[in-house]
């Protein structure tokens, strides 16, 4: 199956519009993830036509990683799924919900999240995460079709290792590192560290 063939979450952008649709980082997370997370908002489209749909949002979990005041970082190599994005530097880790991921043991967006996390990335023991904003950019092409849910994952020690050959470039980084290569970054990436500090805080 091709890409292209998956079948992905999506969620009605005038559901969205209607809490009100809001431009890069919202912490009102209380307002949106009721209406996100239940499942009898969810509809799942082939991803070929999702990614050229406006009309309909892909919910996307986002995690930075955080260990001692810096972010865990890296570069979207060749193989990513998502072209738009090829060597472009992340802060986030994450992707979309496939239809598979519906499961009778938990929520679909829960499982799928950490399926993401756990087939991109091995996290040290010990570590947490919990949601604190919710992301959207409909700047773009790609940011038009999908909704970030970011997660801010504290890790204990540095000890985070990547499982995928497409990531590339990987290591913890100080927010001035950070600052510095901003120009680098996705647009995601960007919108998150323009607003680290809150982030970090929540």
Request: aromatic share 6%; charged share 30%; with cysteine.
């Amino acid at each position: 199956m091709g890409k292209d063939d998956e079948i992905l979450l999506t969620v009605e952008r005038a559901r969205i519009e209607a809490l009100g649709l809001f431009q890069g980082l919202t912490f009102d997370t209380a307002r949106y993830l009721p209406m996100l997370l239940n499942p009898a908002h969810h509809r799942f489209v082939r991803r070929g036509e999702a990614e050229h749909d406006p009309s309909l949002k892909q919910l996307i979990p986002y995690f930075l990683i955080e260990h001692a005041g810096t972010l865990w970082c890296y570069v979207r190599g060749k193989q990513s799924g998502e072209d738009r994005l090829v060597a472009k530097a992340s802060l986030g880790i994450g992707g979309h919900i496939n239809q598979d991921d519906v499961s009778l043991f938990g929520g679909v967006y829960e499982t799928a999240a950490r399926r993401e996390l756990e087939e991109e990335i091995r996290v040290p023991a010990g570590s947490t995460d919990r949601i604190v904003a919710l992301l959207n950019d409909d700047s773009n092409e790609v940011g038009k079709v999908h909704l970030g849910v970011v997660h801010v994952l504290r890790a204990p020690t540095d000890a985070v290792f990547k499982r995928e050959s497409k990531i590339t470039e990987t290591g913890f980084r100080t927010i001035g590192e950070l600052r510095a290569m901003r120009d680098r970054l996705e647009t995601w990436s960007q919108l998150c560290l323009d607003g680290i500090e809150k982030l970090l805080a929540v």
